[in-house]
């Protein structure tokens, strides 16, 4: 079983790598083998997480750009390209989001989270794999979308908007990429706020959470791995694409 999710000789590109869901999911992929290239806007964060993979065992170099600026996204290709020859995983895990109401929502501010969370991703990837495919590398790709993708949330417009479009996308680009043997999925988060993000939840909000979710709690990072790990292995889920793979406590399940 455990040869279905060994990922020796792969090497994975982590976008948003120095996140707190980004990091976990990092740590999962290194654990199981694969070479690990943790890109961050914010470099010292992202150097963190290589070196507390480093320290288990794993092998990560932290790199720096900014998915919202592409010319920093051509440059890390170079920079990768040359610490690894290529590579086999793309996991695009940038995200930005605001609790700004629709009727107050400004165009700058739209424009800012639509140039991460879509058109960031959308041609980051596109770079990413144009590589891939005159490689020749088999590979896989894993966006990070939201439950908020399927049942918009209240106080997040813009932020839902942009992950129904990450959706749409993956199941697009799955089928545009399958020619190349490059399988692209999703995951869906259900909640999993970071430490400092729980203590400005209101105790309301916490409640409306808890019953939508069926396990009735707060997901943790290290939750997600499986998944991860799951849809990077060709081993595993080599016949898996176009699929959006729920991790969300039952969340998604509920209506009243």
Known sequence: MHSLFDLSGKVAVILGGNSTLGSSMAKGLADHGAKVAIVGRNIKTAEEVATEIAQSGGDAKAFQADVSDLTTIDQVIDEIETWSGGWDILLNAPGTNS???????????????????????????????KKMIDQGRQGSIINISSVSSTTPLSKVFTYSASKAAINNVTQYLAREFAPHNIRVNAIIPGFFPAEQNRKILSEERIQSIMGHTPLNRFGNPEELQGAAVYLASDKASGYVTGELLRVDGGFGSMTI
């Open 99 to 129: 609790t700004t109401p629709y009727l107050e929502l400004e165009t700058e501010e739209w424009d800012q989270i639509m140039g991460v969370n879509l058109k960031g991703v959308v041609f980051a990837t596109q770079a990413f794999a």
